[in-house]
């Protein structure tokens, strides 16, 4: 049956409950672990040069238009606020793939109900390394030149005032690609049919991909909601229709 498209929270919420279930808190460990070492390093590189990148952005106005700067102060603020954080939460991923990629795998036999309590495996997370690193450069292609045409555009004068909206919007969207895409390359769907799938379901992805991006915004719970995501991403997959693919998985 067919979930309503306002049905990322629910999505999101069920795979905290999971990755805090005892069959997979395991899972979440070195994700967790991950995930806390970055976001105290990048916090700390942010703070110490997020003045600049906000003086950098904001348009040299004439004096006559001084006035405007109490104004526009606080968009610029919240332009360099979501590319600082979209930026560090794709690093992030990429360094996190591989521990992102397994936890999914072992979310998606726990849902199809193949396994409570999967078994945790170093040879099986190793092997997965080349595939998962090649699959977030594949991601980072993706993000890269669209990143880059709206870092253009916040440079324009007037056109940079849709910047920060623009931004917010391709966030969400790429939340969705981001965490969906692990229980899809799990099941080896190409690129090019992981992207038409979840066209196919923009709504319910941008859904998922809204509450996500609220949701990392917020310090400290974004350090519990990485994994959470990649859990609920992976219930998007099943219940959606995701095809079920014999995995390959070390003997």
Do not use: C, H
Not at 155 to 169: M, Q, R
Not at 232 to 247: I, M, S
């Amino acid at each position: 049956m067919p979930v309503s498209a306002l049905s990322g929270p629910q999505y999101l919420r069920e795979g905290l409950r999971l990755v805090l279930s005892p069959g997979l808190r395991l899972f979440v460990i070195l994700p967790l672990t991950v995930n806390v070492l970055l976001f105290f390093g990048l916090i700390w590189f942010a703070v110490g040069q997020f003045s600049g990148w906000v003086d950098t952005f904001m348009p040299n106005l004439p004096t006559w238009l001084a006035f405007l700067e109490y104004i526009l102060w606080p968009l610029f603020v919240v332009l360099v606020v979501l590319m600082v954080f979209f930026s560090f939460t794709m690093l992030a991923n990429i360094i996190a793939a591989p521990f992102n990629g397994f936890l999914a795998e072992k979310v998606e036999v726990v849902v199809r109900g193949e396994d409570a309590a999967p078994p945790f495996s170093w040879a099986e997370l190793l092997a997965m390394l080349p595939r998962t690193i090649g699959r977030e450069l594949r991601k980072l292609g993706y993000f890269a030149p669209r990143a880059l045409a709206l870092l253009v555009l916040s440079f324009i004068p007037v056109l940079n005032l849709v910047a920060a909206p623009l931004w917010l919007l391709f966030g969400v969207w790429m939340m969705a690609v981001q965490y969906i895409d692990y229980p899809a390359d799990n099941n080896k769907l190409s690129w090019a049919d992981m992207m038409g799938w979840l066209r196919q379901r923009r709504w319910q992805s941008l859904s998922f991909g809204a509450v996500t991006y609220a949701a990392l915004l917020v310090p400290v719970l974004n350090l519990l909601i990485m994994p959470a995501a990649v859990a609920g991403a992976t219930l998007f997959w099943v219940r959606e229709g995701g095809p079920n693919r014999q995995l390959d998985r070390p003997a």
